[in-house]
């Protein structure tokens, strides 16, 4: 029998994403972010929420462009530290020794050692509550040869990406393939 839980923010899974701005100086800045995903097909769009008393919140606004950094799991260190730390008190990217990379597309930086990064014009704010809730249109997307699959899409067991328990505030790293989506429900 099921139990109520009560109202919470929860889902499974959810991304661990580091989304990349400038500052009101131009200095990169990068923040860790589990609330997300994908809101749209065409246009290719994602979302991403964040509180305004953020410092990445002003440079989403300012700029109206964010990137989205996929990490692998051997960044776990330093994605947790691009969520506890803040831009306003220090320089994030030289903190947890990860290099900004400037977008060629959007004026916003990617951290250069994760394997994906997607380039996001801001499309749409939606104030909801505690959280403000970006949309933005994928312009482009970015990733190491070393994590490709031979149709040149990105394979996520290659590259690893790191999920976020909202409930035990801990980090995971994905399991195994277990079927091929629209296919293996034909089986039924």
């Known amino acids: 029998m099921k139990q109520s839980i009560g109202a919470k923010p ?3 899974p959810t991304p661990t994403w580091v989304v990349g701005t400038y500052d009101m100086n131009g200095i990169p800045n990068a ?7 994908i809101c ?10 964040l509180r305004k008393a953020t410092y990445s919140y002003a440079g989403i606004i300012e700029n109206k462009a964010f990137t989205v950094s996929i990490p ?11 969520g506890i730390a803040s831009g306003r008190d220090e320089n994030k990217f030289e903190g947890a020794c990860l290099t900004p990379v ?17 380039e996001c014009k801001l499309l749409h704010t939606l104030e909801i509550g505690l959280h403000t809730l970006f949309v933005g249109e994928i312009i482009d ?3 190491e040869e070393s994590v490709l699959d031979e149709n040149k899409n990105p394979d996520i067991e290659k590259i690893r990406p790191i999920i976020y328990d909202t409930g035990n505030r801990s980090y995971y790293s994905i399991g195994c393939n277990i079927g091929k989506a629209f296919s293996i429900g034909r089986e039924c």
């Open 10 to 12: 929860l889902a499974f």
């Open 72 to 82: 692998s799991e051997k960044y776990v260190k330093e994605i947790d530290y691009l």
């Open 31 to 37: 923040m860790t972010v589990a609330w997300g995903g």
């Open 102 to 118: 400037r977008s060629e597309v959007v004026p916003a930086p990617y951290v250069g050692e994760f394997p994906v990064v997607l």
């Open 40 to 49: 749209c097909s065409n246009p290719p769009c994602i979302s991403v929420s």
């Open 141 to 143: 997307i970015k990733a």
